[in-house]
């Protein structure tokens, strides 16, 4: 059974969200506060974060970057705040998604849902040899999830690895915002794509030696993006 934290003050949101999500066969536990709820992500073995990012104690953006620093689980941030920066700067700690309040139950578990899927078939064990994606200076070790530029191992979230291993395995293909989130991030955009941009944009911060003049992932305006071999 896949055990959820929810880190949210609201006492009545977190307990609707908990019996959601208990009624799909999840183990849910609520932390009300922003310091119970780091220590709890981080000291115990849960399998995804729902975390609020105005807490009291500590805020969902320091609590992202601490959890991040050590663990690769999924972490949904969830805000009444709709501005684009809280966003972007949300997914640019490590969020692997963004909610913005009010929405429905049902959504949250579909997500829910679909970051767990796609989390536990990554970390899948049995695969016999580690597969790898080499492209000028870039190496791709998709067994054991790790990148090296120039023989310099590089740190990559869950969904900044996928979506660079995505684009390296299909050189030359130009995908819409849209198709990069749908095949990466395993739902619709919802009229939200900002995940993509922002992913993009620390992929090349970590790839690229001028950012400004991309030599590995292109923007091809008014299209999407490709990767340049």
């Not at 579909?110 to 016999?128: C, D, N, P, Q, S």
């Not at 293909?173 to 993009?200: C, N, P, R």
Request: hydrophobic share 40%; glycine share 6%; net charge negative.
């Amino acid at each position: 059974m896949n055990k959820i934290l929810i880190i949210e003050d609201e006492k009545t949101i977190a307990e609707l969200e908990k019996d959601y999500l208990e009624l799909s066969g999840f183990q849910v536990t609520i932390n009300l506060d922003g310091e119970t709820g780091l220590n709890s992500a981080l000291r115990e073995d849960y399998d995804l974060v729902i975390l609020d990012l105005m807490l009291p104690g500590v805020d969902g953006f320091e609590i992202c970057k601490k959890v991040r620093e050590i663990k690769n689980i999924p972490i949904i941030m969830v805000s009444a705040k709709k501005d684009d920066i809280d966003k972007i700067r949300g997914l640019g700690l490590g969020a692997d998604d963004y909610m913005t309040k009010p929405f429905s139950p049902s959504e949250l578990v579909a997500r829910v849902k679909a970051h767990l899927a796609r989390y536990e078939r990554l970390i899948g064990t049995g695969v016999k040899e580690n597969t790898m994606i080499e492209i000028r200076g870039i190496k791709i070790d998709k067994t054991a999830r790790r990148v090296y530029i120039n023989n310099e191992e590089k740190i990559f979230t869950t969904k900044e690895f996928d979506l660079l291993a995505f684009l390296a395995e299909n050189p030359n293909h130009v995908y819409t915002k849209e198709e990069l989130f749908k095949q990466i991030w395993d739902m619709e955009s919802i009229g939200d794509i900002a995940t993509v941009t922002v992913h993009i944009k620390k992929i090349r911060e970590k790839i690229e030696k001028n950012t400004s003049k991309p030599q590995y992932i292109e923007t091809i305006w008014g299209v999407g993006y490709r990767f340049k071999v």
